[in-house]
């Protein structure tokens, strides 16, 4: 391999590596005083929830809130209308922030070098920040991470505004991602099937779970069904 290859791989590699994630936010308060973060919004659930159906962790119901990130529900229940999240699977499990994250079509291989890289066939939505406190169930749009030290990678601005299809369900309260994440949702039933899945075994390098835990199909419907809460 030549110098010019070499380099052209550890570029893609560093750009893969700060493609998605929800890890720890590195925003300092500059970063946020020009990101506009709704404030005393109080959640309404839409008429709709979504059933996530997995193969082998059964269902997890999410409610969805328009009034707080309209953008980004839209988005989801486009996807869900089309199908566009069958066969995908929850992709990372992040143990130490308790979060299960899924949504990615590239999920759908057996290569497991390119979950978190993938996007839908429409633009990314800009963020929608809230007040709203990430808690045990609250459901999150996942996003790129911006480069640090000038590295490659989308900038803080460019990070915020990047989610497109992948979310995440945080397993217990995570303030560091408050009004950093977009919130669009909440878990009212199966959140202990998301707790069996959070604790299934993963590869420590890359939080990719050591089976594949396969999302059969996520459907919308009537949110008068499912209990109001999952606690």
């Given at each position: 391999?030549?110098?010019?290859?070499?380099?052209?791989?550890?570029?893609?590699?560093?750009?893969?590596?700060?493609?998605?994630?929800?890890?720890?936010?590195t925003n300092t308060n500059a970063d946020l005083e020009n990101v506009n973060v709704?404030?005393?919004?109080?959640?309404?659930?839409?008429?709709?929830?979504?059933?996530?159906?997995?193969?082998?962790?059964?269902?997890?119901?999410?409610?969805?809130?328009?009034?707080?990130?309209?953008?980004?529900?839209?988005?989801?229940?486009?996807?869900?209308?089309?199908?566009?999240?069958?066969?995908?699977?929850?992709?990372?499990?992040?143990?130490?922030?308790?979060?299960?994250?899924?949504?990615?079509?590239?999920?759908r291989d057996n290569d497991p070098a390119n979950d978190g890289s993938g996007d839908?066939?429409?633009?990314?939505?800009?963020?929608?920040?809230?007040?709203?406190?990430?808690?045990?169930?609250?459901?999150?749009?996942?996003?790129?991470?911006?480069?640090?030290?000038?590295?490659?990678?989308?900038?803080?601005?460019?990070?915020?505004?990047?989610?497109?299809?992948?979310?995440?369900?945080?397993?217990?309260?995570?303030?560091?991602?408050?009004?950093?994440?977009?919130?669009?949702?909440?878990?009212?039933?199966?959140?202990?099937?998301?707790?069996?899945?959070?604790?299934?075994?993963?590869?420590?390098?890359?939080?990719?779970?050591?089976?594949?835990?396969?999302?059969?199909?996520?459907?919308?419907?009537?949110?008068?069904?499912?209990?109001?809460?999952?606690?």
């Amino acid at each position: 391999m030549n110098s010019y290859s070499f380099l052209r791989m550890v570029f893609a590699t560093l750009v893969l590596l700060s493609f998605f994630g929800c890890n720890k936010p590195t925003n300092t308060n500059a970063d946020l005083e020009n990101v506009n973060v709704r404030t005393g919004v109080k959640p309404i659930a839409d008429a709709e929830v979504a059933v996530i159906e997995t193969e082998k962790y059964g269902e997890i119901v999410v409610e969805l809130y328009p009034n707080v990130a309209p953008l980004m529900v839209e988005r989801f229940k486009k996807l869900v209308h089309e199908g566009f999240y069958d066969g995908t699977t929850f992709h990372r499990i992040n143990q130490e922030s308790a979060l299960i994250q899924g949504g990615d079509p590239l999920s759908r291989d057996n290569d497991p070098a390119n979950d978190g890289s993938g996007d839908s066939p429409y633009p990314n939505v800009p963020a929608e920040f809230s007040d709203l406190p990430f808690e045990r169930g609250s459901l999150g749009a996942a996003r790129r991470e911006a480069s640090e030290g000038g590295g490659p990678g989308p900038t803080e601005a460019e990070a915020r505004d990047s989610a497109n299809c992948q979310f995440f369900i945080t397993m217990q309260r995570e303030p560091d991602f408050d009004e950093d994440y977009t919130l669009f949702g909440r878990v009212i039933a199966g959140l202990g099937n998301a707790e069996i899945i959070m604790r299934a075994p993963v590869e420590p390098e890359t939080e990719t779970p050591a089976d594949k835990i396969v999302i059969k199909r996520i459907t919308l419907q009537d949110r008068a069904r499912y209990p109001l809460s999952s606690k």
